[in-house]
Structures are given as structure tokens and as C-alpha cells.
């Protein structure tokens, strides 16, 4: 949220400078030499090699966890079964006990969802952040090389000319680099 704001901010100060170059005669001098662009992160992370790279070792580990948590559910749909089959033989006492059962296998399952998730969460954040620091760092050095004035998310553009869009360079740069 504050990187928005912050990309917003330079945006309207971007162009309250070209209004006012603009107000002063300037308009073709300043604002032609402007060299915008932008970048579609999501798109970049998930087709550079390294994104593919995270984005399989990430499925394959939540494949497995997923299996693990079926299992989970499967008993418990057994435990569900048996105790509605039960519940007219069982004596009171019977039934809480098996009820009871059946409420810590559920609550089980609920943690173990929450512990996959979180995992899962933590281990996106430990393979993305060195892939997204590496490519700021790509995108500068396009911008610097490119003469860009500004290169901003595709996100943050709501309007942008053909030509102004970046990201296959930017994911051929980031494979090339090591």
C-alpha cells in the first residue's frame, strides 16, 4: 500500500512538471525527451527461470502437504460414519467419548491446515524476495541503459502507448544474468 502511494506520488509529480513546462513553453523540449515504461511483475516472476524454478519446488511441496491433509479428511469422514452408524448402540458415555475423538482429529486437521499454510507462505516470501531484489536491480539497469525517465508497475499503469511495456527485456536480462 505505501508503494502505491509512493508510485502515485512520483506519477502526479511527474505530471504536475510536465504541466507546468508545458504552462512555460517548454512542452516539446521536456516532455519528448520523458521516457516512460513499465513492467509486468507478476508476468516477469512467473516466466524467468528462477520463478519457474520456485514456482515447481512450491507446488511440488504443497502437492505433498495437500495428499497429507486429504488423508486427514478421509479419517474423519470415516470417524463421522462410524459414529453415525454407532450412535443407537452406543451408550451415552460411548458416543461423547467417540464425539470427543472425532472434535480433536477436526481440530488436528484445522492446525494443520493453518501450519501448511503459514509454511507455505514463508517459503513463497524466502524463494520470491531474492528473485524480486534481483530483479529491481535488472529493471534499473534497463531503465539507466534505456535513458527511462520512469519504469513503473503494469499495475500502477492505467494507460500506457504500444512500445512501453518492458517485460520481455526484462526477463531476458534477468536469465541471462547469473
Known sequence: MKRMIAVVAVLL????????HAKRG??????????????????????VNAGKNA????????????QKLEILQNELKKMKG????????LSAEA??????????KFVELQKKTLEF???????????????S????KVIQQI?????YTMIVPREMALYSLPGTDITSQVIAKFNKSK
Open 143 to 147: 531503465g539507466q541503459q534505456g535513458g
Open 82 to 89: 462410524v459414529i453415525e452408524k454407532q450412535r443407537l448402540i
Open 13 to 20: 509529480i511527474v505530471v504536475f512538471a510536465a504541466s507546468v
Open 133 to 136: 531484489e534481483k530483479m529491481q
Open 117 to 131: 499454510e503459514k509454511d507455505f507462505v514463508q517459503k513463497e516470501s524466502n524463494y520470491i524476495k531474492p528473485i
Open 95 to 104: 458416543l461423547r467419548e467417540k464425539e470427543m475423538q472425532f472434535q480433536q
Open 55 to 66: 514456482k515447481a519446488k512450491l507446488e511440488a511441496d504443497g502437492k505433498a502437504k495437500k
Open 26 to 47: 517548454r512542452t516539446s523540449s521536456s516532455i519528448d525527451s520523458m521516457k516512460l515504461g513499465y513492467v509486468d511483475l507478476n508476468r516477469a516472476l512467473n516466466e
